[in-house]
T-cell receptor, first 113, second 115 residues
Framework: KAGVTQTPRYLIKTRGQQVTLSCSPI?????VSWYQQTPGQGLQFLFE???????NKGNFPGRFSGRQFSNSRSEMNVSTLELGDSALYLC????????????FGQGTRLTVV | AQTVTQSQPEMSVQEAETVTLSCTYD???????LFWYKQPPSRQMILVIR??????QNATENRFSVNFQKAAKSFSLKISDSQLGDAAMYFC????????????FGQGTRLTINP
């Protein structure tokens, strides 16, 4: 069974640009959540989708958005990039509503210059 | 709101010895899961062990075990017979059972294994 796949693995963008990151969950998993990891703030929850509906959103500005498709694949978008958006973005999937465990992808390393 | 605190930024242990990583948490919920995740240099977060809050018995996975003290809101990870491959960042995390998936992580403990 394939794991969680995140693309691209690395990305370099310029301030002011926008970026879209993709996450394909494990087959059969309907929940996809996104996390931002930085040395200063650690791991912070961005948002979570279940069956194409956003169920929860973290404390991030509106420049951060996401969506989930009918096949459970998810994308997150960051508009008007700032230097502080440089981070490792991790996606996790889980199969049920009981949040028993989340399986993570290898992340996308975003660098904003 | 949930919080998770790991008070040990770094730990080191000799290969084959035992090490314990500490974690405390706070939540007003009664039903939740606690996790230890390992993040090696490859960056992928790997689940090490899971504990259901309603279970009194401490979880064990091979060389990894936890000491779960619900009243004290403490959740430590013991690694026995440490191996070089155990070197990584270890994160303690909390997730309530019902509702949206939202892991709350501690700041992490960097574990070094000395040969």
């Amino acid at each position: 069974k394939a794991g969680v796949t995140q693309t691209p693995r690395y990305l370099i963008k310029t301030r002011g640009q926008q970026v879209t990151l993709s996450c394909s969950p494990i087959s059969g998993h309907r929940s996809v959540s996104w996390y931002q990891q930085t040395p200063g703030q650690g791991l912070q929850f961005l948002f979570e989708y279940f069956s194409e509906t956003q169920r929860n959103k973290g404390n991030f500005p509106g420049r951060f958005s996401g969506r989930q498709f009918s096949n459970s694949r998810s994308e997150m978008n960051v508009s008007t990039l700032e230097l502080g958006d440089s981070a490792l973005y991790l996606c996790a999937s889980s199969w049920n509503l009981m949040n028993t465990e989340a399986f993570f992808g290898q992340g996308t390393r975003l660098t904003v210059v | 709101a949930q919080t998770v605190t790991q008070s040990q930024p770094e730990m080191s242990v000799q290969e084959a010895e035992t090490v314990t990583l500490s974690c405390t948490y706070d939540t007003s919920e009664s039903d939740y899961y606690l996790f230890w995740y390992k993040q090696p240099p490859s960056r992928q977060m790997i689940l090490v062990i899971r504990q259901e809050a309603y279970k009194q018995q401490n979880a064990t996975e091979n060389r990894f075990s936890v000491n779960f003290q619900k009243a004290a809101k403490s959740f430590s990870l013991k690694i026995s017979d440490s191996q070089l491959g155990d070197a990584a960042m270890y994160f303690c995390a909390l997730n309530i059972i019902q509702g949206a998936q939202k892991l709350v992580f501690g700041q992490g403990t960097r574990l070094t294994i000395n040969p």
